[in-house]
């Protein structure tokens, strides 16, 4: 198994086998999405007790609820019994969840509470749900689906939560959540996002957002962007300003391939009114997101988090994204839009313009993910080079590879093996 | 392959490849429904000479005819020349079988009649359809795709036939015959069946099925069904009567797990009215099913075979159903109505009230499998305990698990193989 | 894996697994249709530099075109960047293949031409799309996947060139093409098409088509057939007063299994006005397919290539068959009509008549196909006798078996490495 991996070159995309076999995506659910840390719902989805939402990864199907003392839990949605699947909505709100089939009846704590008819020496306190190590940080629900998930997710939020935490998002509402299926692996979606050289393919998110993202100082950048330059320069050196003002870190972090919860954290300015993802870069919502936040112009902070998630966050809303295999060549694209939870449909907001942007990249994304995974497939298909602004892409395949060989228990380094502890 | 059914811990659900894997789906196939006796249609459905049904169990279709001497046969629906499918219909009359593709021609009991512009030395004779073994009990037709099936398929209908005979099944007809697809696996149909411990999710049948079914007196049953224990004793005391006033033979006898053809009869008593599957437990056709046995109200004959049938006889009808693997997660389960061939549709029985309980339980019963099957090819899947009410559900799975063991090879113990033979 | 192909009996149809496994389906797709020549195209879809065709054979994609100076040229469908599908039109017109992700633009002859914002020393000339062997024959165009194609194909070019050039296909246009997939394996399509035993199954082509086709004399022929038989006698005869005329090349050629590009070139008299592939036997087209060759009664040269085509020409049109393997049951028949460049629809012919009798044809063919899969299918198919008048669906076997054995490298005979040479 090690030997595909071993064919990969640093500098070019994955051998494709890694993307199309079932073998190998196999693995990847089995080495990757269950033992990393996975976000899997915002904090919002389930404000009240009793809330759930049911993620499915593959096969698994794993319930999040706030359970009636207000605490986050996470079980596998499988009943002790004969197996049934639990909960087959994708969310909803109950006090107690109940198996269609015998009625066997587990509180939000996942205890089981009542089994019928058992002989005398049956046990409740031994078929209680199988519960799932979740973790929340700053509004962010992550789970781990391993029994020794990666310790570093605590300094990971050390480093995060100043970032975060002043938007709120904890205390935010659902405006929006829509379900993209992407014909392509999930490493595709995931490296879609990860560079800004495909842009061209985006006229509608161009307004506001910089192309020369992932281009550095010493890049040759093209011609023809050199008075996007100047604009973004000029916003940048504004908006430090008003960073500091309220007292925002702004510092960009870039830890995607140096430590088993890989992420990358920045906030950038944004382009003409740089409020906001919208067409002209004014605001979509009239409320701000945080209170404490008035200003309109913060330009986006931006977090991204292996394997499988990012997120921007602007003056008036955010919006987080999360990819989720189902087969070596379908991915579930989940976008979940946040804002005030004070602010109003209709009145302060309008759904479309506050959605739109995201929803057509996300569909041109879409049927790049899908021309990329269809050439991949075809076995002419060859690893090619990637270009100067394509290194967060890199650091996305480096970060893949070394989890891999670590979880699998490969020859790690020394080095790799003490990161991962 | 042994090992996953050596992990099986007896009063269990079995480990969850067994009901998911492709692997042991093929498996199934081959050595239990391509060994063992198999429930694939009523005499009913091919009442005169020419006849036909054809039946599939994953690739194969196998024809059941009754031939131009009034005998049942059956042939494997495969041409002897280049392979051609033959019969593509569920169901027919036909004076020959001949092959679409090239005309090859075959008589109802199998032989080659006719093949164009052969060489000299061609013997058609050498070109028979590859016949299937056959057998018919009391109006039941079974088949055995093995060469040498097992033995025991004489005692099994020595001890059967005096419960059937007197209910005339061979010389009713069809009222009606329905096809539905559950998602999950065949085994996870068959345990549905085997116990009531689910029947709360059935009200229009507990009507008048008894869910006191499955408990034997030294067990706990629940206080909530005190007062149907009691109208269960006493219709038992009256119909006892009954029986014996028609010579009916209504001992119960459980071998499903102690023999290579495992099944279990019964008479059982029903509620309400207690003559047949009804909301109120009246007649469904005003017609008796035999016109030896007028009296409305004599329970149910119940009668399950392993691995794939189960019926109920009431005084007006009897409902037969037969369970038929297409994929790992994919199960036809197929129901046949028989009435006396007297009655009349409209005049002695209205078709929906005669199909309306059994039709909407199953219903009821495939979104059961469907949950039961999703939760158990989730990884997080464990094996649970069999409640003391499902030991039936146990016997399947003792059956199951011996017959792989002796069709197999595997280790069996003499005892085992003396059973087998 | 030779085990299986050494359990093909001579004088029988192939063992199931060849027809039915995925694992040979795929060893089908790698040593046949990767390693041998492939017909695509006739060069009349690709008439001016620029235009495009693009074939799928399971993941792989090839685009076939006429670049810029006139050369038919054939690349892999597949980005050298990460590997995104280029075109997915299935034809067109381009002056650039431009890659929809990254915009990498590369020439009709496949060179890179343009990729943005690459570092210093990355050369373009490394990044060419990887070529394809291509070879036009008379107008139709044939590619080979592999290295080094079987060199035969000069000699077969030079065989065949004769019989087709004078019926000008290159220089024709193409009136209709259409795709149907039908659900067998592409084996049985080809099969199929080699025999005239089923001929009874297409009474439209039969008006035209001599029934006798596959008899020897040597055989005895139906004596159904016997008036036939005598028409096709005398048709011959006149027909071939009129070859010699037009100094048009008639012998049978047959050499079908005895070199890695087997084939077979005839020319044959047809049924009733025996000009055309109609009812009637009449001119579908007004015009002559070939200006040097006037007279409506030519009969029909027909033409079949190992692995994938075979085609008729008449007097006023061509109709070309392709077969495309896409799944172990499913194969792509694409066929397509061709008439004088200067033929006008609804004046020089009507696109209903020029077409109807081979749609009609097809489609039995693919009802016969699905039939002959799903039986082979069936673990109780075993293979069958060939008849004496199915000698050229034996000739196909007898090919197909050398070249898996031959491409496989197992122990091929001395006589056969020569051959493939």
Redesign the interface.
């Known amino acids: 198994m090690c030997t595909v991996i071993d064919t990969r070159i640093v500098g070019q995309?994955l051998p494709?086998q890694l993307y199309?076999d079932q073998k190998w995506f196999d693995v990847d659910l089995d080495e990757i999405f269950?033992k990393q840390w996975i976000f899997v719902a915002a904090e919002a989805e389930i404000a009240e007790p009793g809330d759930y939402v049911t993620v499915e990864f593959g096969?698994?199907?794993v319930i999040v609820t706030r359970d009636n003392l207000g605490n986050v839990r996470a079980h596998?949605?499988?009943?002790?019994?004969?197996?049934?699947?639990?909960i087959?909505q994708a969310n909803g709100s109950t006090g107690t969840i109940v198996c269609?089939?015998?009625?066997w009846t587990y509180g939000t704590d996942g205890r089981l509470m009542y089994?019928?008819?058992?002989?005398?020496d049956?046990d409740k306190r031994c078929?209680s749900l199988?519960s799932v190590a979740v973790r929340t940080i700053a509004g962010l629900v992550f789970i781990c689906l391993a029994d020794d998930p990666p310790t570093d997710i605590d300094d990971v939020a050390r480093i995060v939560e100043p970032y975060l935490a002043p938007h709120k998002l904890a205390e935010a509402k659902v405006a929006k959540q829509t379900d993209l299926v992407e014909n392509g692996n999930w490493k595709l979606a995931m490296?879609n996002n990860r560079e800004c050289?495909?842009c061209?393919?985006h006229p509608e998110l161009l307004n506001v957002f910089f192309p020369t993202w992932g281009?550095s100082d010493s890049?040759?950048?093209?011609d023809r962007l050199t008075a996007v330059v100047e604009r973004y320069r000029r916003a940048t050196a504004e908006l430090t300003d008003t960073w500091t003002r309220f007292g925002l870190p702004y510092r960009r972090i870039a830890q995607l391939d140096s430590r088993p919860t890989g992420f990358h954290i920045e906030r950038e300015a944004m382009d003409l009114a740089g409020e906001s993802f919208t067409l002209d870069g004014t605001t979509a919502c009239t409320r701000p997101l945080s209170d404490d936040l008035p200003d309109r112009r913060l330009g986006r902070l931006s977090m991204h988090l292996q394997p499988n998630m990012w997120l921007h966050v602007t003056s008036d809303h955010a919006v987080l994204f999360s990819v989720i295999p189902i087969r070596p060549d379908e991915t579930l694209v989940r976008t979940t839009w946040l804002v005030n939870a004070a602010a109003v449909e209709g009145v302060d907001y309008d759904l479309d313009r506050l959605t739109g942007v995201w929803e057509i990249t996300n569909q041109q994304d879409a049927?790049?993910v899908r021309?990329?995974h269809?050439?991949?497939?075809?076995?002419?298909?060859?690893?090619?080079?990637?270009?100067?602004?394509e290194f967060q892409v890199e650091a996305f395949i480096n970060w893949y590879v070394t989890r891999l060989r670590v979880n699998l228990g490969l020859d790690a380094t020394p080095d790799q093996i003490a990161k991962s502890a």
Do not use: K, M, W
């Open positions: 995309s494709g199309v269950a096969a698994r199907s596998h949605n499988v009943c002790r019994h004969r197996g049934a699947r639990l087959t269609s089939y015998h009625s089994a019928e008819a058992q002989a005398p049956f078929f199988r490296e050289y495909h061209g393919g281009y890049d040759a950048i093209p049927d790049l021309l990329a269809r050439g991949i497939a075809d076995p002419a298909y060859v690893p090619g080079p990637y270009g100067p602004s």
